[in-house]
C-alpha cells in the first residue's frame, strides 16, 4: 500500500509544525479564509498559503474559492470520501480486469491449440 | 498463499487502484499471458466490447469504432437507460507502440484526461498499468464523482459469454 504509506508521511510531515496544528485546531472551531488565519497566527499571506497548501496536500484542510476569498475547511471528510471513492474505482476495475484476464486466458489457449494444429 | 491453478489466475492477482497525486490515477494488474495477447485484447474493438463495457449495469456499447495507431481516434457510444441519449467518448490515440504502449486522449470533456497504458512483459506473464491524468484535481473529482455510480460488481453477461466461447 504505497499510496498510504505516501499519505501517512505526507500527513506527519504536514502535523510536524506548530503553525500548521494551529490551523488545525482553529479549523475544529470554524472555517476560516486565509487571510484570517493568516492574521490570527501573524503571518503574512503568502506563508499562511504555504502552510494551508501543505495541509492540503496532505488531506488534511481543503480550500474553496468563493470571488477573491479562499476559505479553509478542516478535511477529514474528504479523506473518508476518497477511501470510499478508491473503493468503487477498485470495484469497477477488478470486475473490467477480472473480465480481460478471463478473455485473455481464452486468447492464449487459442493461440496454443493454433500453434499445436498447424505442427500436426 | 496457495499455488494458482491455471485459469484461476483472477482469484489470486489483484486489481490495485491508487490516485498517485491529485492528478493521476494509476490501475495496475498483472496477466498471465505475453504481452502481444494482452495488447490484442485492448486494440482490437471486437474483444476490447468484450470486456470493457458494464454490461450488467444495464450499459450497452452501442458503437465502437478504434482506430488504434498512433494519430488514429476513437469513439465509443454507450446508452443507459437512465441516460437521455446516449453518451460518446472520445479522441485521439497520440501514441501506439504495438504490445507495449497506447495513449490517448480523452475529448469529450474541455478537462479531460490523458490516458495511458502500458504492457510490460517478464517471464510471459505481463504487467498492465492504466494510467489517467486529469489536468486539475478538480476535473479529476469531478470525473470520480461520477464515474463510478451504480457500475456492476461483476461482468456476469461477459463471463457467461466468454465462458461459451471457450
Same mark, same amino acid.
Given at each position: 500500500? &504505497? ?14 509544525? &506548530? ?7 482553529? %479549523? ?16 503574512? %499571506? ?14 488534511? &484542510? ?6 477573491? &476569498? ?37 486468447? /492464449?489457449?487459442?493461440? /496454443? ?8 | ?7 484461476? @489466475? *483472477? *482469484? ?30 485492448? @486494440? ?11 454490461? @450488467? ?7 465502437? =469504432? ?6 488514429? *481516434?476513437? !469513439? ?17 490515440? !497520440? ?13 469529450? @470533456? =474541455? ?10 512483459? =517478464?517471464?510471459?506473464?505481463? !504487467? ?12 479529476? =473529482? ?5 464515474? *463510478? ?18
Amino acid at each position: 500500500m &504505497v499510496h498510504y504509506q505516501a499519505r501517512l508521511d505526507a500527513t506527519f510531515a504536514a502535523l510536524s509544525d &506548530v503553525t500548521r496544528r494551529g490551523v488545525l485546531e482553529q %479549523l475544529g472551531d470554524s472555517d476560516a479564509s486565509i487571510t484570517d488565519l493568516a492574521q490570527r497566527f501573524r503571518m503574512t %499571506l503568502t506563508g499562511m498559503k504555504k502552510h494551508v497548501s501543505i495541509l492540503e496536500q496532505a488531506g488534511l &484542510v481543503t480550500t474553496e474559492k468563493v470571488g477573491r &476569498v479562499r476559505t479553509c475547511t478542516l478535511g477529514r471528510r474528504r479523506l473518508e470520501e476518497e477511501a470510499a471513492w478508491i473503493e468503487r474505482h477498485r470495484e469497477l476495475w477488478s470486475a473490467r480486469f477480472d473480465a480481460l484476464d478471463k478473455l485473455v486466458d481464452h486468447l /492464449k489457449r487459442k493461440e /496454443k491449440a493454433d500453434a499445436q494444429s498447424k505442427r500436426r | 498463499m496457495p499455488k494458482a491453478k491455471e485459469g484461476s @489466475s *483472477a *482469484a489470486t492477482n489483484r486489481t490495485v487502484v491508487e490516485r498517485k497525486s491529485d492528478h493521476e490515477l494509476v490501475v495496475t494488474r498483472m496477466f498471465d499471458a505475453p504481452a502481444h495477447i494482452v495488447f490484442e485484447a485492448w @486494440s482490437n474493438p471486437e474483444l476490447f466490447k468484450l470486456w470493457w463495457v458494464p454490461k @450488467s449495469a444495464g450499459m450497452s456499447l452501442v458503437s465502437c =469504432d478504434m482506430d488504434v495507431r498512433t494519430g488514429g *481516434a476513437y !469513439r465509443l457510444v454507450f446508452s443507459h437507460p437512465a441516460f437521455d441519449q446516449p453518451m460518446a467518448f472520445f479522441g485521439t490515440y !497520440r501514441e501506439v507502440t504495438p504490445n507495449k504502449r497506447i495513449a490517448w486522449t480523452n475529448e469529450e @470533456s =474541455d478537462e479531460g484526461a490523458v490516458t495511458t497504458v502500458t504492457f510490460e512483459e =517478464d517471464a510471459g506473464k505481463t !504487467r498492465v498499468t492504466f494510467h489517467e491524468r486529469y489536468p486539475t484535481e478538480a476535473a479529476l =473529482d469531478e470525473a470520480l464523482a461520477g464515474s *463510478a455510480e451504480g457500475l456492476p460488481e461483476q461482468f456476469a453477461q461477459l463471463d457467461e459469454l466468454l465462458a461459451d466461447r471457450s
